[in-house]
């Protein structure tokens, strides 16, 4: 941001409508987008773990067209869990759990709850590092 607040928004903006589509892609939704976070309710939970894995990779090509210090790198956080709606927010232990994974996950990495490792294994094959 210090070196070109303005490219950075751009860069940002464009990061967050390309992320913001795959989520309806894959039959979601995005709730609300505070700052450089984009919060979003999955009917499945293997449709989040497959719509994290195709953001990433989206924005890896795209990061890969960019000079290094002008990348981004984000970080997902899946849980499986009830929550409440209040109007367009959500809100309980599942958002902030969430919320809490995603700050464990590496830069362009996925962090999933067991909750959510235990209802996809049999369905989505990918490799899992254990935290």
Do not use: W
């Amino acid at each position: 941001m210090g070196d070109d607040e303005a490219a950075t928004v751009k860069t940002i903006t464009v990061y967050q409508k390309i992320m913001t589509n795959l989520i309806m892609q894959h039959r979601s939704r995005v709730i609300d987008s505070p700052g450089d976070n984009l919060p979003a309710e999955f009917g499945s939970v293997v449709d989040a773990v497959q719509c994290a894995v195709t953001i990433q990779k989206e924005l890896q090509a795209r990061n890969n067209e960019l000079p290094e210090e002008r990348r981004m790198l984000f970080r997902i956080g899946i849980n499986l869990s009830d929550v409440i709606q209040e109007g367009d927010r959500i809100y309980g232990d599942g958002v902030i759990i969430a919320a809490r994974l995603e700050g464990l996950a590496d830069p362009s990495g996925i962090c999933i709850s067991k909750t959510a490792f235990v209802r996809i294994t049999a369905i989505v094959f990918l490799r899992f590092n254990s935290l």
